[in-house]
């Protein structure tokens, strides 16, 4: 059994998540998106083994890289990948940047789906393209795909590429093997290139699967692209890593060609060497990670309960999307960082409308999550 309960030391002036904040010295840090968790014993010997040569020249991924990549992508999600169709990026945010990029031209239209991880939407906006967006809807306390809306949208606006998530961060769905024939059809319809953002698949609880949508069919192997990493899997962010497979020879070659030419492509040796070790060793840990996850969030729903904190269902990632506008207040988050020292996302990184959402990471020891809670329910305006 690993023991996720350890609380870490994490204390050093280059962590962005635990960055001291002047006048509070009790902060409880529960927005970016990595862990309060050590990574894998086998992961910190890989690199302190890289460390230890004391070499560190430019690298590339080899058989053993590729082999433990599909072997993951096989064991964990069924899916069948040639490992001749995966670009190395140091990162998915850059590596959705150069998709962009290289796939559309300035001024083509682009659709999201809001809420969504913001700096997807920046750099569609950012490559001067038009951002579309369609908003989820909440169907009771879950979010759901507008079709329609979807679809009229690509209309109006000859939408050239959809960059999904899934499983989405922040509205938390793993989308079911129905809701991504829908997506794909109404793709394949109008022509467009499907850049799936499956950073999270590794974060999914009991009851829900999750399906890359490029294995449903050959014909959206052909049209979509996956951007995968090892990074929030295995709390090793900091090493800058992504695989993003691309099925379509022409497509492949023309975002390789487009990387190339920006300098930033391919993977650092200690993003490598911590890739493939946490790929070929990782199975039991990540599972045992999953199921203490899934403690933490029952936690959170049934404290919360009968709150004004609605929180939104959570399928999958570790970033629970919590409702606060029956609290009233201005800015919700700023709300919590000054009365209870607990700094969450704000819910406008991922929707301007988000104004009355929070983003609360629960990737920590379950005693911290207590104590978020204790502090949150001690305070009369969330009763
Ligand atoms: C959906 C999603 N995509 C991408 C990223 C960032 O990936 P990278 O650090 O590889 O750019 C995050 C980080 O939180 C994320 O949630």
């Not at 053993?64 to 945010?93: E, F, I, N, Q």
């Not at 939408?159 to 769905?173: E, Q, S, Y």
């Not at 090793?236 to 890593?241: F, K, L, R």
Request: glycine share 6%; with cysteine; charged share 25%.
């Amino acid at each position: 059994m690993f023991n996720f309960d350890e609380l870490i030391d994490r204390n050093t002036p280059e962590d962005l998540k635990h960055a001291k904040i002047e006048g509070i010295d009790d902060l409880i840090p529960m927005w970016v998106a990595d862990m309060d968790f050590r990574t894998p014993d086998e992961v910190v010997d890989a690199l302190v083994e890289q460390a230890k040569r004391g070499v560190y020249g430019y690298s590339e991924a080899d058989e053993s890289y590729d082999r433990a990549l599909v072997s993951w992508y096989k064991r964990r999600y069924g899916w069948d990948v040639d490992p001749k169709t995966v670009l190395k990026m140091p990162g998915v945010v850059l590596g959705i940047s150069d998709l962009i990029n290289a796939l559309t031209k300035v001024n083509d239209s682009i659709l999201i789906f809001e809420p969504l991880y913001g700096p997807i939407g920046r750099a569609v906006k950012g490559s001067g393209r038009n951002l579309v967006v369609s908003d989820l809807v909440m169907k009771g306390s879950r979010y759901e795909i507008d079709f329609e809306d979807f679809e009229n949208k690509v209309r109006e606006n000859d939408v050239k590429m959809l960059i999904f998530c899934n499983p989405h961060n922040p509205a938390g769905r793993v989308w079911t093997r129905e809701e991504l024939l829908k997506v794909g059809d109404i793709c394949l319809k109008n022509h467009m290139v499907i850049v799936c953002d499956e950073i999270h698949a590794d974060f999914v609880y009991s009851g829900y699967k999750h399906i890359p949508i490029a294995s449903l069919s050959d014909e959206l192997k052909k049209i979509t692209i996956t951007c995968t990493s090892a990074t929030k899997s295995f709390n090793i962010a900091g090493v800058q890593a992504a695989n993003i497979v691309i099925a379509d020879d022409s497509m492949r070659r023309a975002v390789d060609k487009y990387a190339f030419s920006t300098g930033a492509f391919g993977l650092n040796i200690m993003g490598l060497v911590a890739t493939r070790a946490a790929y070929t060793y990782g199975d039991k840990w990540m599972d045992e990670l999953v199921a203490y996850l899934e403690g933490n969030i029952e936690l959170v729903k049934t404290r919360l309960a009968g709150t004004k904190l609605k929180v939104t269902d959570i399928e999958g990632t570790y970033l629970m999307w919590i409702d606060a506008s029956a609290m009233g207040m201005d800015d919700p988050s700023k709300f919590f960082l000054d009365n209870a020292h607990i700094r969450f996302s704000e819910g406008t990184f991922f929707s301007k409308k988000a104004t009355q959402f929070i983003r609360m990471n629960i990737a920590c020891p379950r005693s911290v999550v207590n104590e978020a809670l204790e502090r949150m329910l001690a305070l009369p305006e969330v009763r």
